[in-house]
């Protein structure tokens, strides 16, 4: 496709259970970024790929949160055990740029989810 | 540390009237920033960016910003506002030395347009 695109759109997972949350950047492009929005927030960081390798994951809030991109394409980002606050919409994003420098990134719609 | 400010939550503004959107960065030298549009259920849309050179750049749908380094602000500006620009707004900031490119993201401002 012409854009970031992420699936699905909406999850709805009850407290405890597993979720993996998926984004299909640009074709081509290096750098992959994914974004955590809560509620009425700035979207904030959580990690960067370069490639296949997660060259940055200081945003992830806990261990139970992964995110892989085994052949440094499709991204997978993944919850463990949700718990309510991690409802949020979960945001792709990805670049041509290595570093992303003088590159703006590419925003996906996000998937939205909510933890009941 | 990196930050953004956007002092406004919620703006509303009648069609057809000017429009500014205050931003403020913290950052210890001249980061890249960067506005974004995101309507409702929608990802980011880059509305413009400035990395260096001019300090006013122009965007799409007729925004510009100007970057004034002795205020440590870059405010979105719009001479009419139209319907359709009711939507959320943000500003980011990206470190120039920021390995990968991540972005630094405002509260954001929400915009309402009055008919």
């Known amino acids: 496709g012409a854009g970031v695109s992420q699936s699905p759109r909406y999850k709805v997972a009850k407290r405890g259970q597993d979720v993996a949350l998926r984004c299909d950047p640009i074709?081509?492009?290096?750098?992959l970024f994914w974004y955590q929005q809560a509620l009425g927030q700035g979207p904030e960081f959580l990690t960067y790929?370069?490639?296949?390798?997660?060259?940055?994951k200081s945003g992830l809030p806990s261990d139970r949160f992964f995110a892989e991109r085994p052949e440094g394409s499709v991204s997978t980002l993944k919850i463990q055990r949700t718990q309510q606050e991690d409802s949020a919409v979960y945001l792709c994003a990805s670049s041509p740029r290595l570093r992303g420098e003088n590159s703006p990134l590419h925003f996906g719609n996000g998937t939205r989810l909510t933890v009941t | 540390a990196q930050s953004v400010t956007q002092p406004d939550i919620h703006i509303t503004v009648s069609e057809g009237a000017s429009l500014e959107l205050r931003c403020n960065y913290s950052y210890g030298a001249t980061p890249y920033l960067f506005w974004y549009v995101q309507s409702p259920g929608q990802g980011l849309q880059l509305l413009l960016k400035?990395?260096?050179?001019?300090?006013l750049v122009q965007g799409i749908k007729g925004f510009e910003a100007e970057f004034k380094r002795s205020q440590s602000s870059f405010n979105l500006r719009k001479p009419s506002v139209h319907w359709s620009d009711a939507a959320e707004y943000f500003c980011?900031?990206?470190?120039?030395?920021?390995?990968?490119?991540?972005?630094?993201f405002g509260q954001g401002t929400e915009l309402s347009v009055k008919p």
């Open positions: 074709s081509g492009h290096v750098s």
């Open positions: 980011a900031v990206r470190g120039i030395y920021n390995q990968g490119g991540k972005l630094i």
């Open positions: 400035y990395f260096s050179g001019d300090t």
């Open positions: 790929f370069q490639n296949e390798a997660q060259l940055d």
